[in-house]
Nanobody, 128 residues
């Protein structure tokens, strides 16, 4: 069983930035298709970023939905064996529990059911 360890959540004022990280307990980040989802109280879980496997260019394709495009950036740090989500210009509507997810090919899928492994979640609160 693969466990995903998340870190980096917290509280920030509107306009601020946060970086979330996720590390798998087994193998490396480049063995998995990975993603970040979030879920706010009373709302469905939604995808905020996905990233594929790329062992050649070290620049795997990503998929960022319009709701966060230009503010959220996802990447894999092979040296640290971590997948990160950099969130900029945060707004109160970004407040949610953020979950790291990992799965097998094909990558960059937006449906949460496509991912077999999940982290425990990390809280992000954007408030003045």
């Amino acid at each position: 069983q693969v466990q995903l360890a998340e870190s980096g959540g917290g509280s920030v004022q509107p306009g601020g930035s946060l970086r979330l990280s996720c590390t798998p307990s087994k193998y490396t980040v480049n063995n998995y298709c990975m993603a970040w989802f979030r879920q706010a109280p009373g709302k469905e879980r939604e995808v905020v970023a996905t990233i594929a496997i790329d062992t050649t260019t070290n620049n795997p394709p990503t998929n960022i939905p319009p709701s966060v495009k230009g503010r959220f950036f996802i990447s894999k740090d092979i040296n640290r064996n971590a997948m990160t989500l950099e969130m900029n210009n945060l707004i109160p509507e970004d407040s949610a529990i953020y979950y790291c997810a990992a799965g097998v090919l094909p990558c960059n899928r937006l449906d949460s059911r496509s991912y077999a492994y999940w982290g425990q979640g990390t809280q992000v609160l954007v408030s003045s």
